[in-house]
C-alpha cells in the first residue's frame, strides 16, 4: 500500500498570507489527523477528521481550519499566517479500530517570513 | 490537559551500549505509543501498549507499559547506528481520538 502523501512538502510564505496543505491518507484509513512540529512545542495535535467530520480539536486559534472529502483526502488551512506558525505539519491516517495508531506522512515544511 | 514528559531530552551513545528512555505522567492513558523520527520523515510507529504491566519485544527494543497505565519504558539493547533519531511516547486519553506526545528523546549512536 501506498504511504500518507503530504503536498507541497517544502512552502516560504509571507506574514498575513494564507497556505492549504494537502494530505492523502492511506487507501481505507478513514481518520486524518494533523499535528504541528516545531523545536520548542514539540508535536501539538491540530484536529482530527472521520467521515469529512471533525472530531477532535487541539488548541490551536481559528485560523486553523481544516476539511475532508468523501475520499478521505484533508487540506488544512493556515489564514493571516504569523512568523509562529512556521513549523513542520505533519498528516497522519488511521484506521477506526480503537487504538488510533497513526500513520504519518512526510510533512510539509513551512518557512513563514 | 494531560502531560507527558520524556526523558532524558538528549542521549549520545557509542555503539553497543544499552540506554532506557522513560516517558512519565500524573495522568492515566488507553494506550500508549512509541515512535521513532528520522530527519526530513514523519514519526513511524514502533509499538503500542495496551495493558497495565504489559512488555513487548521488537528485536532489541524492549517496550513496558507502567501498571497504572501512567508510564513506560523503551529500553534498546546493544545500540547499533542506525538505532538513532528522535523517540517519541504518545498516550492516548480515555476520551476521544488525540495523542498527547511527549517531548521526544533525541538518540545518537556512535560507531
Known amino acids: 500500500k501506498a504511504g500518507v502523501t503530504q503536498t507541497p512538502r517544502y512552502l516560504i510564505k509571507t506574514r498575513g498570507q494564507q497556505v492549504t496543505l494537502s494530505c492523502s491518507p492511506i487507501?481505507?484509513?478513514?481518520?486524518v489527523s494533523w499535528y504541528q512540529q516545531t523545536p520548542g512545542q514539540g508535536l501539538q495535535f491540530l484536529f482530527e477528521y472521520f467521515s469529512e467530520t471533525q472530531r477532535n480539536k487541539g488548541n490551536f486559534p481559528g485560523r486553523f481550519s481544516g476539511r475532508q472529502f468523501s475520499n478521505s483526502r484533508s487540506e488544512m488551512n493556515v489564514s493571516t499566517l504569523e512568523l509562529g506558525d512556521s513549523a513542520l505539519y505533519l498528516c497522519a491516517s488511521s484506521i477506526w479500530d480503537g487504538l488510533y495508531e497513526q500513520y504519518f506522512g512526510p510533512g510539509t515544511r513551512l518557512t513563514v517570513t | 490537559t494531560q502531560l507527558l514528559e520524556q526523558s532524558p531530552q538528549f542521549l549520545s551513545i557509542q555503539e553497543g551500549e544499552n540506554l532506557t528512555v522513560y516517558c512519565n505522567s500524573s495522568?492515566?492513558?488507553?494506550?500508549l505509543q512509541w515512535y521513532r523520527q528520522e530527519p526530513g520523515e514523519g514519526p513511524v510507529l514502533l509499538v503500542t501498549?495496551?495493558?497495565?504491566?504489559e512488555v513487548k519485544k521488537l528485536k532489541r527494543l524492549t517496550f513496558q507499559f507502567g501498571d497504572a497505565r501512567k508510564d513506560s519504558s523503551l529500553h534498546i539493547t546493544a545500540a547499533q547506528p542506525g538505532d538513532t533519531g528522535l523517540y517519541l511516547c504518545a498516550g492516548r486519553g480515555n476520551a476521544g481520538n488525540m495523542l498527547t506526545f511527549g517531548g521526544g528523546t533525541r538518540l545518537m549512536v556512535k560507531p
Open positions: 495522568s492515566v492513558f488507553s494506550s
Open positions: 501498549v495496551v495493558t497495565g504491566g
Open positions: 487507501s481505507g484509513h478513514r481518520s
